[in-house]
């Protein structure tokens, strides 16, 4: 049985390895961090460079722009990161260039 047991949680944890790889680690200016999917990171910046640099578009809202401008981009962020959080930042806060 516990042989069994033991399998089943090597397999538990190959399979959520798998499913977070590709999650990216935020972390806020109170301390807390937290978790998005990175292709819901890109998709979120993707949008938000449109409308600050773009014609005539609606301002993109949700909850991954919601989160991303909650985000500290602290000094070891990478540029992905950066330029996501301050687009997103800009965007909550209805600025435009």
Excluded: N
Excluded at 26 to 38: D, K, N, Q, V, Y
Excluded at 55 to 82: F, K, M, N, S
């Amino acid at each position: 049985m516990s042989r069994a047991l033991g399998r089943l949680a090597a397999r538990l944890d190959r399979a959520e390895t798998v499913l977070t790889v590709h999650d990216i680690t935020f972390h806020t200016e109170a301390g807390r961090t937290f978790t998005l999917p990175s292709q819901d990171v890109l998709t979120a910046m993707s949008q938000a460079l449109k409308w600050l640099y773009g014609d005539g578009e609606d301002r993109p809202t949700g909850p991954v722009i919601e989160r991303l401008a909650t985000a500290d981009p602290g000094e070891g962020a990478d540029l992905i990161t950066q330029t996501a959080i301050g687009a997103a930042r800009r965007v909550v806060a209805g600025v435009r260039e």
